[in-house]
């Protein structure tokens, strides 16, 4: 059953990582600022203006979404 779990919470990890790379292609015709605002926590506000996806924003980005799937999802299943 956790495998399970994992299973579907790494899927909307990576569901959600997408959707908000390709919205932001859509919104401000690059991939970079949609993924790269959530690295704001490391790098400050000029994260969401790095227009291009990089190591140093795109990876603590990603990371932060991704952490944020599994809290959410930890917080759902502690009932």
């Known amino acids: 059953m956790s495998r399970r779990i994992l299973n579907i919470v790494l899927g909307g990890a990576v569901a959600s990582s997408g959707a908000v790379l ?4 859509i919104r401000a015709g690059s991939y970079g ?4 605002c959530t690295a ?16 140093r ?20 299943t502690k009932h």
């Open 57 to 76: 924003h795109s990876l603590v980005g990603i990371t932060t979404n991704a952490a944020a799937v599994f809290s959410g999802a930890g917080s759902t």
């Open 22 to 25: 390709v919205l932001s292609r």
């Open 33 to 36: 600022p949609g993924i790269n």
């Open 40 to 55: 704001h926590w490391l790098h400050g506000e000029q994260a969401a203006k790095v227009e291009h996806l990089d190591i």
